[in-house]
């Protein structure tokens, strides 16, 4: 019913930037939270970064001050602009949003993208 698609990833060198865009479509009543994850190889799937319908923003101390989240409610879509990369940040970057749908506006559901790929070389 809801389809979360990723684009922006790919490979950039330390010190670069790269941008992240997710749009959301599909019977879609209403978004609450947006936010992107990410997993690198080996490692537990972590939170980057959140924002509140309202625009209210939360952000890992490792990456405070180099990424700034944002969205586009008309729009349905939360972006992630990545500054300052370092190759810390190589990981497959997840979208998520909290959505009630036309069909069951009493509920909030936890969508996720597919995912897209960001490696930083050194």
Known sequence: QVQLAESGGGLVQAGGSLRLSCAASGRIFSINAM???????????????????????????SVKGRFTISRDNAENAVYLQMNSLEPEDTAVYYCTAFIRTTGQVMAVTNYWGQGTQVTVSS
């Open 35 to 61: 936010g992107w994850y990410r997993q690198a190889p080996g490692k537990q799937r972590e939170l980057v970064a959140d924002i509140t319908s309202s625009g209210s923003t939360h952000y890992a101390d």
